[in-house]
């Protein structure tokens, strides 16, 4: 029925440039499942009254297909990091979360270890606690309110050396009253995103331990550039950050690996090495690189600054660092159609004007901020109108990162 379907979506028009859904790179995706059919399209380009019109015309003509009983488009929306962000992240280049699937591993103190880093380096960087039940980063970084506002009322963080820092305990005595109860995530949200954080290189999040509300929300509210996850090599610990894994790439996070924390402990006395956990989960098990393993190390527990911190916590803010680069960035030759934020009429001359200057036989690399599997058809039609085969082959599209899909091809 698949087929069908989408010889369905082929009669449905693009009214700004003249051609059918697919071919105007508005249709991402076909689903077929039992008489159900989802069709997701982005429609970002078009007004709200045309996109309802293109909306319409879609369900109109899939569900004129015998079989089907259901259908329903879902509309995809523009994910660009300036888009995605609140006015107080506006100025924020990047946001890396901490999480752990479990309490007591050391995320706290892994979070603010790789914010001191990274401050260390260079980069003008920012700490969040999210962690509303056990805001602990102030203990840590052994910094205390109270919270000034800027000129329009907005929060501004303390500082702790050259680390920005907000965290529900930096707030005034009684205020954390208001922060329990089941809206208490809510106004978590608010106190983040109305913080005047200002110009960022990097803003790290601390976020609590588990899948409760406050990640959930962080997911599905805030522009995440990848996440590094806390672990200990105990066997529930690790098997309990594989599936926690999961639920972060399924909502397009970039894992950007694991630290895995008290991974052994060196004697001071005899120099010998010794596993914490005799009986430790494989971390092979992760389908994650493993950013650090983390000794047991006192020096750890003296209070982190950027500058001053140790060996073992350096190379990780800087590997933590190096992975974000490596997640974002695309390898792509100069000649590749670039077609990240072109409208759709645009994509098409651009396409066509690449084409037209391959010689056959030549590669044809195109990267996108959407999936270019439709395009296949409109190259297959250019080369078919040049008198070439309209079969392309190989051609294969290759997902970078969540904003960044590369296909590559040869022009018969």
Same mark, same amino acid.
Not at 272 to 293: R, T
């Given at each position: 029925m698949t087929e069908e379907v989408e010889a369905a979506l082929r009669q449905v028009r693009d009214p700004d440039a003249g051609k059918d859904v697919f071919e105007a790179g508005l249709v991402s995706d076909v689903a077929v499942s039992e008489g159900a059919v989802t069709v997701v399209a982005d429609l970002t380009d078009f007004r709200p009254q045309e996109g309802e019109q293109v909306t319409s015309a879609m369900l109109r003509a899939v569900s004129e297909v015998p079989g089907v009983e259901h259908a329903h488009v879902e509309r995809e929306t523009a994910h660009g990091a300036d888009e995605? +962000? &609140?006015? #107080?992240?506006?100025?924020?280049? /990047?946001? %890396?979360?901490?999480?752990?699937?479990?309490? #007591?591993? !050391?995320?706290?103190?892994?979070?603010?270890?790789?914010?001191?880093?990274?401050?260390g380096a260079g980069q003008d960087v920012g700490? =969040?606690?999210?962690? %509303?039940?056990?805001? $602990? @980063?102030?203990?840590?970084?052994? @910094? &205390? #309110?109270?919270?000034?506002?800027?000129? *329009? !009322?907005?929060?501004?963080?303390?500082?702790?050396?050259?680390? *920005?820092?907000? &965290?529900?305990?930096?707030?005034? &005595?009684?205020?954390?009253l208001a922060w329990r109860g089941a809206m208490a995530h809510d106004a978590l949200s608010e106190l983040f995103e109305d913080t005047a954080w200002g110009d960022l290189d990097t803003l790290v999040v601390d976020l609590p331990p588990g899948t409760g509300d406050v990640v959930l929300t962080t997911l599905q509210e805030v522009h995440l550039d990848g996440v590094v996850f806390v672990t200990t090599p105990f066997h529930a610990a690790v098997t309990d950050t594989a599936r926690s894994l999961d639920l972060f790439e399924e909502n397009d996070v970039p894992v950007l690996g694991v630290a @895995? $924390?008290?991974?052994?402990?060196?004697?001071?006395?005899?120099?010998?090495?010794?596993?914490? =956990?005799?009986?430790?989960?494989?971390?092979?098990?992760? *389908?994650?690189?493993?950013?650090?393993?983390?000794?047991?190390?006192?020096?750890v527990q003296a209070t982190p600054r950027p500058g001053d911190l140790p060996e073992q916590m350096q190379r990780l803010g800087a590997d933590a660092r190096d992975r974000v680069e490596e997640v974002w960035s695309v390898d792509a030759p100069d000649e590749a159609v670039d077609l990240r934020g072109v409208d759709a009429d645009g994509r098409h001359d651009r396409v066509r004007e690449a084409f037209d200057a391959t010689d056959? !036989?030549?590669? =044809?690399?195109?990267?996108?901020? +959407?999936?270019?599997?439709? @395009? /296949?058809? =409109? %190259?297959?039609?250019?080369?078919?109108?040049?008198? #070439?085969?309209? *079969?392309?082959?190989?051609?294969?599209?290759?997902? /970078?990162?969540?904003?960044?899909?590369?296909? +590559?091809?040869? +022009?018969?």
């Open positions: 995605d +962000r &609140s006015p #107080g992240l506006a100025d924020v280049d /990047r946001v %890396i979360a901490v999480a752990s699937a479990k309490g #007591g591993v !050391g995320k706290t103190t892994v979070a603010t270890h790789v914010a001191c880093a990274m401050a700490l =969040f606690d999210a962690d %509303i039940h056990g805001p $602990n @980063v102030p203990e840590v970084l052994e @910094v &205390s #309110g109270p919270v000034y506002s800027d000129d *329009d !009322g907005n929060p501004l963080p303390v500082e702790a050396g050259a680390l *920005d820092v907000m &965290s529900v305990g930096l707030m005034e &005595s009684g205020a954390p @895995v $924390n008290m991974a052994g402990f060196t004697c001071p006395t005899c120099g010998d090495e010794h596993d914490l =956990f005799e009986h430790g989960e494989p971390l092979s098990d992760l *389908d994650a690189p493993v950013l650090a393993e983390l000794d047991f190390d006192p020096s056959r !036989g030549e590669a =044809f690399v195109l990267v996108s901020d +959407r999936d270019p599997t439709p @395009v /296949r058809s =409109f %190259i297959a039609s250019l080369s078919a109108a040049a008198d #070439g085969p309209g *079969d392309l082959d190989p051609f294969e599209v290759e997902r /970078r990162n969540p904003e960044t899909w590369v296909l +590559r091809t040869v +022009r018969p």
